[in-house]
């Protein structure tokens, strides 16, 4: 989730390191295909609206919203944010384009169609992920919290996630996927499928290896980044990644 305004030193609880009791569904991946990513987008939010795959990469100096070309990686629409924002989780509703901050505590507003600038607003927490279940918006903060939120960013419902009982912490990218919230775990390689009612995590996706060692340069950073396209297909990539996977789940 961040790294390059401030360095955080996080723990990732032994709980989760275990993906769960008997009750907690346990997933593998397997790739179906490969496509190009810019290894300059360090991954914050990703999502399709429509068939195109869009994309909020964070960064002090270097965050940007591209429109992005599934097929080369390459962005056909950007926006470039002041060097003082670290861009973080995005998504499209209501026609609208919404752009969360990390630590700025405000949030963009663009057209969704031509991605022009409507407005920015207050947002009173950190920014990390970003989705919608096509009534709300849903967003984190690193907590084990989940915000839905309407179009003015007012919160109507707070869920507080857990896993075998216990709070499940830095809650990362998410995407409404068949009627559940799918969440990186930040600094893991692992993704919780959560009950967005109840906040209990279903499932855990372990992701271990996705991305071959041998492509790892110094700039490559974790897994993040989780799009669901119109078809169903699932796609991950990570920060600094050099590819983006068309995935399926497999059962453990």
């Known amino acids: 989730m ?31 295909h490969s496509y190009p990513h810019d290894t300059s987008s360090y991954t914050q939010g990703l999502f399709f609206n429509g068939g195109t795959m869009y994309e909020s990469t964070g960064q ?71 989705t919608t279940d096509g009534r709300s918006l849903v967003a984190s903060d690193g907590s084990n919290r989940l915000y839905f939120m309407d179009g003015d960013l007012k919160v109507r419902k707070t869920v507080r996630v857990t896993l075998d009982g216990k709070p499940l912490r830095f809650l990362n990218e998410l995407e409404w996927i068949d009627g559940k919230i799918w969440a990186n775990i930040y600094t893991t390689d692992y993704i919780a499928i959560i009950n967005p009612r109840s906040g209990v995590v279903e499932g855990m ?43 399926r789940l497999v059962r453990k």
């Open 2 to 32: 961040m790294k390059a305004c401030l360095i955080h030193l996080l723990f990732v609880p032994v709980l989760l390191l275990s993906c769960g009791g008997d009750g907690v569904e346990k997933y593998g991946i397997e790739v179906v």
């Open 60 to 130: 002090c100096g270097s965050s940007t919203f591209r429109e992005v070309d599934l097929e080369s990686g390459k962005a056909l629409r950007r926006l470039d944010f002041d060097k003082k924002y670290f861009a973080e989780g995005s998504v499209m509703f209501g026609g609208k384009l919404y752009i969360l901050t990390w630590t700025s505590r405000v949030a963009f507003v663009y057209d969704a169609a031509t991605l022009e600038y409507e407005k920015t607003c207050r947002y009173p927490r950190e920014g990390w992920g970003l």
């Open 205 to 247: 996706i372990d992701c271990t290896g996705l991305l071959d060692r041998g492509l790892y340069t110094d700039t490559t950073d974790v897994l993040n980044g989780i799009a669901r396209a119109p078809d169903g297909k699932i796609y991950l990539t990570g920060k600094n990644w050099p590819l983006l996977f068309e995935v």
